[in-house]
């Protein structure tokens, strides 16, 4: 009875448009693109058996879902079988290719190749199933398309440390290109989690420990993503990861739970999700962890409450991989996968990433578990993006044009700039750096020459001419017979012993250059949980100290790393640190004996030539610390903006980070001066201040305003960053900045839970760091 008032209601509507509905396939309603989407939607699911609904909510991994010969591509057995069975509507990671998957540069999917399958797949969905609803494909792409031939980008730490909003904003229109002409939809990534605890194992992915740069690096990559315009043939479905406080684990472990208050969760952790939603992400995925003691993918406040009915957000909510079979086998909130399935799609999950767990959903809507209405409002928002991206005229793309535009000389030089832009420099003692090109250079350390160690996770096999190392990098600036390269040691295993080679290398050199750190870097010797996170043991010992996964309980450099630059130092040579890493580690050591000292996160394909090009100076460094870097694992947490009262040193060691949030040099100086404050609180104040270039170099600076609210009735942070620019100034230059302080950067939860401005002074700070700041100016609210 409900379908068939549907169909009468449906055809009041058509009739307004003038439309009869002739139940012949390619003339019925849902597949008119001159009717409303509303209408279409409708429409099918009036039509819908419960099995085809549910398998709308189903996505599916599906990297064994094609067979490859030679050119051709076919899909496989499993995926009719999977398809008959369970009729998913969406797809995760066909194309995606690494160890987990077991797909190999030998039977992965070139981008050609990858277009064919999308194609494939879609084909056979449109053809053989009762009502041809095209599919939905997801594509991992934290820092580029996690598959073969893409681009690959630094990860999150790195694109959040160029501070350059309009630079990732390119860098998310090349990751959505290279999706679309693939066949992919659905973009997962960027990943917006804040990282207070650098033992996490997924640092790297994070744009840092801060809530506004989260928000504007996110928001900029969100835009260039195609800013939720699904009409347009190079956007994304945009999925933001983790919804929330994924972050901040119990421990540092990866999955554990989240202690958090619901004001901090609203004032820290929400506003970057909130600013990249209103920026265009139309789908959010779940969080592992729970938040007093609710799992986060059943958690009604935050899915319903926050998402639909405050945000007002209209998009997708997808579980992350298996987190809704985890609230029953790992949260144990639940008695049964069923039970947890309802429990999430009545918290307001739309879909089941491992579709493990709405599989029993026609069970759980037969037994009046939930409602049929419940399933109808899930898939009805999955209709929605299909029919606004397209898909139902147009699901196929050309393998041809994948071909030619993923990955061209065009995106690569994005992925270069981004690398350069992320470089950051710690230390430059006496002006040792940039180096002269006519030197003779040492390059040593586990990280100098390893390919797979400057990208980082999440990203498929490459090519080895894909990959530039630091190695490579130096080698394009030096003759040959000025560089002598030695690996030294491994990042963790200890057989590898080349400390006494490395020595003679350096004695014969005018300089030292050791990359040192860590790797993210997957292979096929460990194991991965069904999840994908990897899965540490003592019976092989790979690089990778970083990555899902793998969490730490100290940041020291592994293996014989340490022993092999105090054999450096004790050369007396001239020595340059460079970090290559997923998270701050220990660089204590290296703060205090090292001439010059850099991280450069994993700054991915491009990594080394952008390295290089900072050491020689044909790029002058400008990157910032997205996250504080600790002097010791006992003063975690350790990020810069604290609630009061501000922290005292302890009894062994400052209370300090070695080097703050928002920190980093130039081969040039800049100078300071002329604070002003316009405005009103309506219309908001407008600071203004100038910057003058006093070195020798023409060069890149990032002015940071911080704000402090000085009597409020819910305690504060000490200091918070509320905005910020990167801007290039030639030397001799002053260069006039302007910035915006809004009702809502004043604003934050009040003692009522509501969001308020109160009256009384606020200290504006600008600053090259949250530590160094240059300008003071009050400003006083009546």
């Known amino acids: 009875m409900k379908y068939k008032i549907q169909r009468f209601i449906l055809l009041g509507y058509l009739s307004c448009y003038g439309i009869i509905a002739v139940e012949a396939k390619d003339l019925l309603p849902y597949r008119n693109k001159n009717l409303p989407i509303e209408i279409r939607v409708q429409d099918l699911l009036s039509r819908m058996t419960l099995k085809e609904k549910i398998g709308q909510m189903l996505c599916t991994m599906s990297w064994d879902y094609y067979t490859i010969d030679g050119k051709k591509t076919m899909v496989s057995d499993k995926f009719i079988e999977e398809l008959k069975d369970k009729q998913m509507g969406m797809l995760w990671a066909a194309y995606r290719a690494d160890p987990w998957t077991r797909k190999t540069l030998s039977n992965g ?38 598959a073969i031939g893409t681009t690959v980008f630094p990860t999150g730490l790195g694109m959040a440390a160029t501070w350059d909003t309009n630079l990732i904003e390119e860098a998310g229109n090349v990751i959505s290109r290279e999706i679309r002409l693939q066949g992919g939809h659905i973009s997962y990534g960027p990943v917006l989690d804040l990282a207070r605890d650098p033992r996490w194992s997924r640092v790297e992915e994070t744009m840092g420990e801060d809530p506004v740069l989260s928000a504007k690096i996110g928001a900029a990559e969100v835009r260039g993503l195609g800013g939720g315009n699904l009409s347009l043939p190079t956007s994304t479905l945009v999925t933001l990861k983790h919804f929330i406080a994924y972050g901040i684990p119990e421990g540092g472990q990866n999955g554990g739970p989240a202690l958090i208050g619901q004001r901090e969760l609203m004032d820290c952790f929400l506003p970057p999700f909130r600013k990249s939603i209103d920026a265009g992400a139309l789908s959010v995925m779940t969080a592992y962890n729970s938040i007093d003691g609710v799992p986060c993918t059943s958690n009604s406040f935050l899915l319903t409450n926050v998402l639909r009915n405050i945000w007002k957000f209209k998009g997708l909510v997808v579980s992350d991989l298996y987190s809704i079979d985890g609230i029953f086998s790992t949260h144990d909130v639940a008695a049964s996968i069923e039970d947890a399935g309802v429990a999430a799609v009545n918290a307001g999950v739309d879909v089941d990433l491992g579709a493990n767990a709405f599989i029993h959903l026609a069970d759980a809507v037969k037994s009046g578990k939930i409602k049929e209405a419940v399933v109808d409002t899930a898939v009805a928002r999955v209709l929605k993006m299909k029919m606004q991206m397209g898909l139902f005229e147009n699901p196929y793309v050309s393998p041809k044009m994948a071909a030619k535009y993923v990955r061209d000389a065009a995106n690569i030089d994005v992925a270069h700039r981004v690398a350069q832009a992320s470089v950051t420099l710690l230390k430059n003692e006496n002006n040792i750096l940039p180096l002269s090109k006519n030197m003779h250079v040492a390059v040593i350390g586990p990280n100098a020459d390893n390919k797979y160690n400057m990208l980082g996770d999440y990203t498929a096999p490459q090519e080895d001419s894909n990959v530039k190392t630091i190695l490579a990098g130096i080698n394009k600036k030096l003759p040959a017979e000025n560089v002598e390269y030695v690996k030294g040691c491994d990042i963790r295993d200890t057989t590898l012993n080349e400390i006494n080679k490395a020595v003679e290398a350096a004695n014969r050199s005018d300089i030292v250059i050791v990359a040192v750190g860590g790797s993210s870097a997957r292979d096929f010797k460990t194991s991965y949980k069904e999840t994908g996170a990897a899965i540490t043991d003592d019976k092989h010992v790979s690089d990778m100290d970083c990555g899902e996964g793998f969490d730490r309980e100290s940041l020291t450099l592994l293996g014989r790393q340490n022993q092999l630059l105090s054999a450096l130092r004790k050369t007396g040579r001239p020595m340059v640190v460079v970090y290559i890493e997923g998270r701050p580690l220990d660089k204590t050591w290296a703060a205090q004996n090292a001439d010059a000292l850099i991280t450069a996160y994993y700054p991915g394909q491009e990594g080394g030539l952008a390295i290089a ?50 920190y980093g040099l130039s081969y040039t100086s800049f100078k300071y001066s002329n604070l002003l404050i316009n405005g009103n609180l309506d219309k908001g104040y407008t600071v203004s201040f100038d910057i003058t270039n006093t070195g020798n170099m023409d060069g890149e600076e990032v002015p940071q305003l911080y704000i402090t609210d000085e009597i409020s009735s819910v305690v504060q942070p000490v200091r918070q960053l509320k905005d910020f620019t990167r801007i290039y100034i030639h030397k001799n230059e002053t260069r006039n900045i302007k910035m915006l302080i809004t009702y809502d950067d004043l604003a934050f939860t009040g003692i009522d839970m509501a969001r308020r401005v109160e009256p009384g002074d606020f200290d504006i700070q600008i600053g090259t760091s949250s530590t160094d700041i240059r300008l003071h100016s009050k400003l006083t609210l009546k």
């Open 109 to 146: 999917l070139n981008p050609m190749l990858a277009a064919k399958v999308g194609n494939a797949l879609q084909r056979y969905a449109i053809e053989k199933t009762r009502l041809g609803i095209p599919l939905f494909l997801a594509e991992e792409a934290p820092h580029g398309h996690m």
């Open 613 to 662: 090009d900072v050491l020689f100076g044909d790029y002058n460094p400008a990157g910032r610390l997205p996250i504080s870097v600790p002097r010791n694992i006992g003063q975690l947490p350790v990020y810069y903006n604290k609630k009061k009262p501000a922290v005292h040193n302890y009894v062994e060691m400052s209370a300090s980070p070695l080097y703050p949030f928002g």
